[in-house]
Nanobody, 129 residues
Framework: QVQLVESGGGLVQAGGSLRLSCAAS????????MAWFRQAPGKEREFVAA???????????YYADSAKGRFTISRDNAKNTVYLQMNSLKPEDTAVYYC???????????????????WGQGTQVTVSS
């Protein structure tokens, strides 16, 4: 089973920035669609952003409305890593952020958590007012 490990979370003030990283095991990272989800205490896990596998002519991304214009998802296949650059952070962004992956397929974008096969343990992001 593929192992995903998130890092880069922390405490920031509103308006600040963080870059999350998700390191994947194995040599097949490039064929995975990758995504970020988040879950606040007492809330359901919600989709944040996704990036397509690297075999397509154009690497595509997709963002939840809450992330659009503020967050950027990217990947470095040589490092088996996906990133989430978060700018203009708001208190409502406070959550545990999870990295998720699934082998590429015809379905895109994948915005539901059950569509992903592999998950990291999460990294805490806290944004103060």
């Amino acid at each position: 089973q593929v192992q995903l490990v998130e890092s880069g979370g922390g405490l920031v003030q509103a308006g600040g920035s963080l870059r999350l990283s998700c390191a994947a095991s194995g040599r097949t990272f490039s064929i995975y669609d990758m995504a970020w989800f988040r879950q606040a205490p007492g809330k359901e896990r919600e989709f944040v952003a996704a990036v397509r596998w690297s075999g397509v002519s154009t690497i595509s991304t997709y963002y939840a409305d809450s992330a659009k214009g503020r967050f950027t998802i990217s990947r470095d296949n040589a490092k088996n890593t996906v990133y989430l650059q978060m700018n203009s952070l708001k208190p409502e962004d406070t959550a545990v952020y999870y990295c998720a992956g699934v082998p590429y397929g015809s379905s895109w974008p994948r915005k539901r958590d059950h569509e992903y096969d592999y998950w990291g343990q999460g990294t805490q992001v806290t944004v103060s007012s």
